[in-house]
């Protein structure tokens, strides 16, 4: 997919107070098929906020949300299923007393005559981390025998039981190894070829300049900028995200617009 092609999802102007506390500002957001948007700004940014009215948790206090070019509500988290929006949390919210299976398809059970469909759940789960270059040992151990990696993208895989068009992945590398790290990135480009919308949240500039199309800046509830990674430096996004319009960066382009000499 091309930058040009229609965002599957938009926020425009998106505004969302708690009490006295303004935490979005008239934000825009635009998630396009096949491109990975990573969402990144300080602690107390609006992210966590952000994804949440995509998500269903918070519904919008102004603004416009709309789906494949059609003004929509969510209201509840249900309603963002039911487009095709699936969403990751940082907690993954695995059952660790169950094996794979059961998780992916926890909430989805397959079933035969009111009796659970073991054999189609298995070959089902088995054809999705295949497709998806999944490695895990077996999809009939307990959750909490996995590696932190493997967890991790077991609950992705499991977001993808219900064929969502647009994934949002919450902090996914956050206290992994270096491995782990590979692997979920590894898997985050997979999402990007199979066409889906990815939104990545992350503190990481190495991990989202590695998988990233676009990058866009929250700062103090407020949209600070948006980059195409191939154009822009580690450094000019962590300027966007710190405030900090006074660079060697900036200083350097502003000489080079104005063509000044050295200072």
Not at 145 to 173: H, K, N, Y
Not at 225 to 245: Q, Y
Request: proline share 3%.
């Amino acid at each position: 997919m091309t930058a040009t092609a229609a965002p599957v999802l938009a926020l425009s102007g998106v505004s969302k107070r708690f009490g006295a506390v303004q935490a979005l500002t008239d934000v825009d957001l635009e998630i396009r098929p096949g491109e990975v948007t990573a969402l990144v700004g300080d602690n107390g940014a609006g992210k966590s906020t952000l994804i949440k009215t995509i998500a269903g948790v918070h519904p919008i206090d102004s603004g416009t949300i709309s789906w494949k070019g059609e003004v929509v509500r969510i209201a509840k988290p249900h309603d963002a299923q039911e487009l095709g929006i699936a969403t990751v949390y940082q907690d993954l919210a695995l059952c660790d007393n169950l094996d794979v299976v059961a998780n992916l398809f926890l909430g989805r059970e397959l079933r035969r005559r009111s009796v659970l469909d073991q054999v189609q759940m298995e070959r089902q789960a088995l054809e999705l981390l295949d497709t998806l270059s999944i490695r895990i040992p077996s999809v009939r151990i307990p959750v909490a025998s996995l590696s932190g990696g493997q967890r991790q993208v077991v609950a992705i895989a499991r977001a993808l039981v219900g064929s969502p068009e647009v994934v949002i992945l919450d902090e996914p590398t956050a206290a992994l190894g270096v491995e782990q790290t590979a692997q979920v990135l590894d898997l985050v480009e997979r999402l990007r070829e199979r066409g889906l919308g990815v939104v990545l949240i992350s503190h990481n500039i190495a991990d989202v300049r590695a998988v990233a199309d676009e990058v866009a800046v929250l700062r103090l509830g407020r949209n600070n900028g948006l980059f195409r990674v191939e154009d822009t430096s580690g450094e000019e996004i962590i300027a966007a995200i710190t405030g900090a319009a006074d660079n060697a960066v900036s200083r350097r382009r502003a000489r080079k617009d104005g063509g000044e000499g050295n200072e």
